[in-house]
């Protein structure tokens, strides 16, 4: 993946992009970007991950704690609102979907400029293949959130502003989605990839396909039931599971303007 690079390593070295990830659920991360996260962790680059459901105190903060420390990116950054379909994931919280957009915005623009990342990776526009509503509230709120952060007028309280190069969004091509897609299938889940010319990064994670396959069943609650994917994949031969961790797909989308661009709108 690439994007602006890091002037923060001593000795005047240029460094991998940092990276914050910015998903839904406790095991996202892991599931959709781990392979990334620990091959930019592996280079030197700054990693942080931010969750938007779940409390803090709940049972899976801890199985997200392990797999970050996995992963190399941080400490748990938990915003702590409901799951739309576990209530009792944040009692007393509202659910991410009813939360106000400016505040989950808000709480997000913070995370950006403390992070000061290269590169943010969040959901697609699907909410990933099964199209979960936590997942696309996310995906929208980030959006606003990498814009908003670089406003030195919006949200002041949150810190001094910070744009990152690109947003990169985790996504499935329907080439690569037949697979996984079935097995999704398999438990009534549905499944909705993307055109494979949408697709702009390609990544190969078989050599840290370990650590990746390690954080997930970090997520040992998950990996223990029948219907989440930590589950489903735990119950498959390994070369099966491998074949389809091997590899992540991304649409990067440009947020900082390159001087000399063609604007199509004067052009």
């Given amino acids: 993946m690439t994007g602006r690079r890091s002037r923060s390593r001593p000795g005047g070295t240029t460094s991998v992009p940092s990276l914050l990830a910015v ?9 959709l970007a781990g392979g990334v996260l620990a091959r930019h962790a ?7 991950v931010v969750t938007t459901t779940w409390a803090p105190d709940s049972h899976r ?17 938990m915003l702590g609102y409901a799951d739309a379909r576990v209530p009792g994931s944040a009692p007393g919280r509202a ?8 505040e989950v915005v808000a709480r997000l623009v913070r995370h950006v400029r403390e992070v000061r990342p290269d590169v943010v990776v969040t959901h697609d526009g699907y909410g ?20 908003a952060a670089g406003l030195e007028h ?33 438990v009534g889940k ?33 990996a223990e ?21 091997a590899t992540e797909w991304y649409t990067r989308l440009a947020v900082r303007p390159t001087p000399g661009d063609d604007d199509a709108l004067t052009a």
């Fill in 23 to 31: 998903f839904a659920h406790p095991d996202d991360e892991s599931l």
């Fill in 42 to 48: 592996a280079a030197g680059a700054r990693t942080a």
């Fill in 61 to 77: 903060a801890p199985e997200l704690a392990d797999a970050l420390r996995i992963l190399g990116a941080g400490g748990p950054r």
């Fill in 95 to 102: 659910r991410l979907l009813d939360a106000p957009q400016d």
């Fill in 128 to 147: 990933q293949l099964t199209g979960h509503p936590d997942h696309v509230r996310t995906h929208r709120a980030t959006l606003t959130a990498v814009h």
């Fill in 154 to 186: 919006l949200h002041p309280e949150a810190g001094e502003p910070w744009l990152p190069s690109a947003v990169y969004l985790a996504t499935h091509p329907h080439s690569g989605a037949g697979e996984l897609g079935a097995l999704l299938r398999s």
């Fill in 190 to 222: 549905t499944v909705r990839s993307v055109p494979d010319e949408h697709v702009t990064a390609t990544v190969d994670v078989r050599p840290w396909l370990e650590r990746k396959w390690s954080a997930i069943t970090a997520h040992r609650s998950e």
């Fill in 225 to 245: 039931r029948e219907r989440p994917l930590p589950g489903i994949l735990s119950r498959l031969p390994a070369e099966t599971r491998d074949r389809i961790l």
